[in-house]
């Protein structure tokens, strides 16, 4: 019975470190874009999610190794098949832990020139991709919180939030 003891308490140390680390990990957001798209006849392109079948802004989490700027290129590329010109401008920071209903992850959002044909490419998050007149944008219950951010944008705001 005495040498159970260190090996219990040894698995319970163990499990304790291994809690601790996984909350460092995990109870961190993570960070990820989102792109408002401008065509060069000025329409503004959105995707349909597969997930909740909303209209969105394209985006996606930054890859480890990845800066902002490659993370937008490669996901416009991966869910529109749109090819990045350039960043315009920086529209904002979006912090809010409920923002996304899957994690907490901050959201950088820049407004940037494309071209190209438009395509879903990555079908087993996108269902559509299509470009609208801003007067002609589905709002009021786009995902995520891309109401607010469009909003921000069409007001000429830079947010941090």
Known sequence: MSDRLPIHSSIR??????????GIIFRHPVIGTSVIPI??????VLIRRRDNGKWGLPGGMVDWGQDIPTT???ELAEETGLELLQIRRLVGVYSAPDRDPRIHSICILVEADVQ???QVQDVLEIIAVQAFDSSAIPRGNLSHDHDRQLQDYFDGKTTVA
């Open 13 to 22: 140390r163990t499990w304790q470190f291994a809690q601790t680390v996984l």
């Open 39 to 44: 065509l060069p006849d000025g329409r503004i």
């Open 72 to 74: 937008v290129r490669r």
């Open 116 to 118: 190209g044909t438009m």
